[in-house]
């Protein structure tokens, strides 16, 4: 074999390995990082003022009649759970994180839990998104009375956190 041969092999392994290999998502279970996010009035709200409570937190879309669903879906529950200390949270983010956008919905969806804006690098700090991650829309983060990270979407889609029986199952044993 050539010398020319062998690097390019060798750097068709290198290119296929480069290709092959990305980040891990973010570990579960993991100590919850920090999120500011501001509320429909431009108010800071930090997601750690929450403490104490399992908190289901949405990071949507506003144009996304899934996103609008699983807010329902999110807030039927926090309804029924939300005595036993279940706390929502909705976080808009991307075109429509404004405080306009977020009033609209949550009146449309006549939400009974706090909804908010960030930035989509907020978003992606928080989740422990890599730059080549695809990140599915809505993403579902759960967090236990203590601050850890139970649940997350991450970027291998998990559809049991958007079913309501399931996550239902999931926060009550959280809640126990």
């Known amino acids: ?19 092959s290999w990305s980040p891990a998502a973010a570990p579960v279970p ?15 709200v930090l997601l750690s003022s929450f403490k104490g409570k399992v908190v289901v937190v949405e990071f949507l879309f506003v144009r996304s009649q899934h ?12 309804g029924e759970l939300g ?4 706390q929502a949270i909705g976080v808009v983010f991307g075109p429509d994180g ?12 006549q939400l009974s839990y ?4 960030t930035t989509a690098s907020q978003v992606d700090a928080f989740l422990g998104r890599q730059g ?4 599915n829309i809505p993403q579902i983060v759960v967090i236990d009375r203590t601050g850890m990270i139970r649940a997350q979407n991450g970027v291998r889609y998990d559809p049991d956190l958007e079913n309501e029986e399931s996550l239902r199952r999931l926060l009550n044993g959280l809640l126990r």
């Open 30 to 44: 993991r100590r919850s990082p920090e999120l500011k996010f501001f509320d429909a009035a431009g108010r800071e």
């Open 132 to 135: 080549n991650e695809t990140l």
């Open 98 to 109: 404004n405080g306009a956008a977020v009033s609209r919905v949550a009146q449309a969806l």
């Open 67 to 78: 996103c609008m669903s699983v807010a329902q879906t999110i807030n039927r529950l926090n």
């Open 1 to 19: 074999m050539t010398n020319r041969k062998s690097k390019s092999i060798l750097v068709a392994i290198l290119l296929m390995l480069a290709v």
């Open 114 to 117: 706090p909804l908010g804006y």
């Open 83 to 86: 005595p036993h200390g279940l």
